[in-house]
């Protein structure tokens, strides 16, 4: 059974991490959220969360700042992926992390009871004391100090830390 938006945030609770919900329209693009952003008073970093396969059909969860632009035949490599990336279908994503288009998110690996999604953060992001991600469900936004975040998320699975810029990756 997947795990839906109230019961991550029950988990979080448990765990004392403190969170800031935002309800709003759905959000599928980058472009839409970067407009109520400024309205809803978001501080902390803005992410984009992309969902990814390679040819062997091995999958990867990117989350990154939502400025960030990103050349999938440049972070192959970094990724140690199997030939080229390519964005996984609405099928997979929702096989391996139980959400559908537009709802993806760090969050969402708390659905991947096989553990065969690989993990990259951007480091960049451990530079904002907050972050922001849609908590399994694009009508909302939990703002969450980032430290938290990183460690309920390694609760859940490695975590890969890449630098953007230099390709390099790390474990957190």
């Known amino acids: 059974m997947k795990l839906e938006a ?3 945030l029950d988990a979080l609770s448990e765990k004392g991490i403190n969170y800031k919900l935002f ?14 952003k400024n309205d809803l008073d978001m501080h902390g970093a803005h992410t984009k969360n992309l969902f990814l ?3 062997k059909r091995n999958f990867y969860l990117l989350s990154c700042l939502d400025n960030q632009e990103i050349d999938l035949k440049e972070i192959k490599n970094a990724l140690q992926c199997q030939g ?9 994503l929702y096989e391996k992390l139980g959400v559908k288009p537009g709802s993806v998110s760090p969050y969402a690996l708390v659905n991947n009871n096989d553990k065969d999604v690989s993990f990259y953060l951007d480091i960049s992001i451990l530079e904002f004391e907050l972050c922001n991600f849609h908590p399994l469900d694009n009508t909302k936004t939990i703002q969450v100090k980032t ?13 890969k830390l890449i630098n953007l810029k230099t390709k390099e990756v790390s474990i957190a």
């Open 147 to 159: 430290d938290d975040c990183l460690e309920f998320l390694k609760s859940l699975c490695e975590v």
């Open 53 to 55: 396969r390679d040819k």
């Open 23 to 36: 309800e709003h329209e759905a959000f599928y693009t980058v472009e839409e959220s970067s407009r109520l």
């Open 84 to 92: 080229n990336l390519s964005f996984g279908s609405p099928e997979y």
């Open 6 to 8: 109230k019961n991550l």
